[in-house]
């Protein structure tokens, strides 16, 4: 059944709500450190035409985590950030997700990012949300984004 419930600015709540599944050929923990571990997003945070360049991250629970992706074509930075809500180690982060505001360090809208880690056979289920978007074409735009990172987080675990 699907909810199409509206919310006071007219927005369904499906619109609000990115969804994300993949399967990952790696153990739970393996995927998990990729999330966790600044230097190994370095490698697979951000679509392949803005990799990040800088992540910092505090993975503790009301730690600050903090990145830069640059566009490949330009050079444009886009700045983001957020506090790590929970950790629960193989399987479950939650982190504030904002961009930077157009007064440089002030956060833009806040969103949560949820990430679920499930044992697959050999490899790991992943269930990645982010809500709530201000429209589905927001919506839309991360989830192209986040869909090239994971492309990258695929390639970085074949790799390691």
Known sequence: MTNNTKNDSGTSVMEKELVI????????QRVFEAWTDPRQA??????????VTYVEMDARPGGAWRACLTSTENGEELWQGGVIREIHAPDRLSFTFAWDGEQAGS???EMVVTVTLEEDGDGTLMTFRQSPFDSAEDRDGHEGGWSSSFDRLDDHLAAS
Request: charged fraction near 25%; avoid cysteine; hydrophobic fraction near 20%.
């Open 21 to 28: 599944t993949r399967r990952f050929n790696a153990p739970r």
């Open 42 to 51: 370095t490698s697979w945070w951000g679509p392949r035409d803005h990799p």
């Open 107 to 109: 956060p833009g809208h």
